[in-house]
């Protein structure tokens, strides 16, 4: 079993790569126990969808 650190490092690595199959089974088993590491993953995909859609509604010539 993997530890928090090992989750969150990989939660936030899913987000910019696929995982390999015995990273996600690890994970899946990790994120069904673990509330917080499964709390932080939500944030990750939260954070990452609102910087998309702020990005995609800001204009060019805009700072």
């Keep these: 079993?993997?530890?928090?650190?090992q989750a969150t490092q990989m939660l936030s690595e899913k987000l910019d790569r696929t995982l390999s199959a015995k990273e996600k089974i690890?994970?899946?088993m990790h994120t069904a126990i673990c509330t917080p590491c499964r709390q932080f993953g939500k944030q990750m995909e939260t954070i990452r969808e609102l910087s998309k859609s702020y990005t995609k509604a800001k204009k060019p010539d805009e700072k």
């Design 26 to 28: 690890n994970l899946t």
């Design 1 to 5: 079993m993997i530890k928090c650190k």
